[in-house]
C-alpha cells in the first residue's frame, strides 16, 4: 500500500475495468465525460461498468470542482486534499496535493498536512478550513454553525461554505470508490 505523497501514485482496479476495445456504445459515450479528455484511466474505465451512475456521479464532481463562481479553485483543491487525507485516500490526497501546489506555490502548507496531519501549524484562515473539513468528513451530523461561523469570520462567505460542504461530501463518496474498487500503489512499485 502506498503512503501519502506528493509523487504521483497509480491506482489499481480489484476489477477487471472496461476494455476500451471492446466497450458497449453506452461505455464509451460515458468516459467522454472525463475533465482531462487525455486518457481514460483504470479508475474511469472500472466505473464504466454502469455508465448511467458514471456520468452522473461526474457531472455533479466537474460542476462542485470546476463551478466558475464561489470557492476559489486553489481553496477547493485543499478541500478535497484535506478530506482525501482524512478518509484515507492516499491516490487522492496526490492528486490534489499537486494541483494545490500548482495553483498556489504553498507546498509549505501541503508538506505541513503530510507530516503533522489536520493538528499542524497554518494560519487561521487555513486552519478553520481544515478544521471545517475535519468535521464534516469525521462525523457530519455532529457539526453545528459554530463551525461555519468561524469560517464566516475568517472572508468565507455563505456561497463558499456551501462549496466546502459539497466538496467535503463528494470527496468522501469519491474516496470510498477508490478504496473498495481499488488500491494506490508508488509507481516504482511492481504489480
Not at 103 to 110: A, E, G, N, Q, Y
Not at 126 to 144: E, G, N, R
Request: aromatic share 8%; glycine share 4%.
Amino acid at each position: 500500500m502506498a503512503r501519502f505523497s506528493v509523487k504521483p501514485l497509480r491506482w489499481e482496479p480489484y476489477l477487471p475495468p472496461v476494455d476500451v476495445a471492446e466497450a458497449t456504445d453506452a461505455q464509451l459515450a460515458a468516459m467522454q465525460v472525463t475533465p482531462s479528455g487525455i486518457k481514460v484511466s483504470p479508475y474511469v474505465r472500472t466505473l464504466a461498468h454502469d455508465p448511467q451512475s458514471y456520468i452522473a456521479r461526474t457531472q455533479l464532481y466537474n460542476y462542485v470542482m470546476y463551478a466558475k463562481d464561489g470557492l476559489a479553485q486553489h481553496d477547493r483543491e485543499l478541500v478535497a486534499l484535506v478530506t482525501s487525507l482524512i478518509n484515507g485516500c492516499v491516490y487522492c490526497a496526490s492528486v490534489h496535493a499537486r494541483k494545490y501546489i500548482s495553483l498556489t506555490d504553498r507546498d509549505d502548507i501541503v508538506r505541513e498536512l503530510y507530516v503533522h496531519g489536520v493538528g499542524g501549524a497554518f494560519d487561521v484562515r487555513i486552519k478553520a478550513l481544515i478544521d471545517f473539513c475535519y468535521h464534516l468528513a469525521v462525523s457530519p451530523v455532529k457539526t453545528d454553525g459554530r463551525a461555519s461561523e468561524t469560517l464566516k469570520n475568517q472572508g468565507f462567505s455563505c456561497s463558499e461554505i456551501v462549496d466546502v460542504v459539497k466538496i467535503v461530501a463528494i470527496f468522501s463518496m469519491a474516496n470510498r470508490l477508490m478504496h473498495t474498487l481499488g488500491h494506490a500503489r508508488s509507481m516504482q512499485d511492481r504489480a
